[in-house]
């Protein structure tokens, strides 16, 4: 069965540096998304992205996020200039269309030190 | 952010017998809902879900029920397996929006042999 995957699955860096997580779709899929679930938190919705731009974005993906798909199959999640509180975990996912249910990948383990 | 609300952290049940996992929204807007599966280093796997047009839907040993005036769904299975134990996350998603999921915390169900 496709699946959705993440590299790496754990990234640890120093605050104050870039890093950017990487994603692999499931290859037919049009819809992806990035979460994040801080330790002992709910899984939060970060943004959503459609036709190559964002189609949506929570509070927290300020301008210290961006999302990129720069080829056709990986998608990427950058975060500059890195926080304590952005140690979390964070997940990718995908789906084919509007009505389908998103696939997620196993997720990253951002820790920043 | 309480729009997506499990009140249980954790069940237990015996194996053989029925799983009945509980999960409150207090957001109207909300058309669709799914529940996810998710064992320990993994991402959340998609298990079943139900449109707000609708009041059950059934996929083996998985049943969801959507109250819509008492905005409360439910999870049940039946028969429970030890297989089953893992962290379930009920999510909505909202009319109108890019379909990004909101979710609950989360009920850790542990079925017991």
């Known amino acids: 069965e496709p699946e959705v995957t993440q590299t790496p699955s754990h990234q640890v860096t120093q605050m104050g540096q870039e890093v950017i997580l990487r994603c692999v779709p499931i290859s037919n899929h049009l819809y992806f998304y990035w979460y994040r679930q801080i330790l002992g938190q709910k899984v939060e919705f970060l943004v959503s992205?459609?036709?190559?731009?964002?189609?949506?974005k929570s509070e927290i993906f300020d301008d210290q996020f961006s999302v990129e798909r720069p080829d056709g199959s990986n998608f990427t999640l950058k975060i500059r200039s890195t926080k304590l509180e952005d140690s979390a975990m964070y997940f990718c996912?995908?789906?084919?269309?509007?009505?389908?249910?998103?696939?997620f990948g196993d997720g990253t383990r951002l820790s920043i030190l | 952010d309480q729009q997506v609300k499990q009140n249980s952290p954790s069940l237990s049940v015996q194996e053989g017998r029925i799983s009945i996992l509980n999960c409150d929204y207090t957001?109207?807007?909300?058309?669709?809902f799914l529940w996810y599966k998710k064992y320990p280093a993994e991402g959340p796997t998609f298990l079943i879900s139900i449109s707000s047009i609708k009041d059950k839907n059934e996929d083996g040993r998985f049943t969801v029920f959507l109250n819509k005036s008492a905005k409360h769904l439910s999870l049940h299975i039946v028969p429970s397996q030890p297989g089953d134990s893992a962290v379930y996350f009920c999510a909505a998603i909202r009319s109108g929006s890019a379909r990004q999921l909101t979710f609950g915390s989360g009920t850790q169900l542990t079925v017991l042999p």
């Open positions: 957001n109207s807007m909300f058309d669709y």
């Open positions: 992205f459609y036709n190559n731009e964002i189609s949506e």
């Open positions: 996912a995908s789906s084919g269309a509007r009505g389908q249910p998103q696939h």
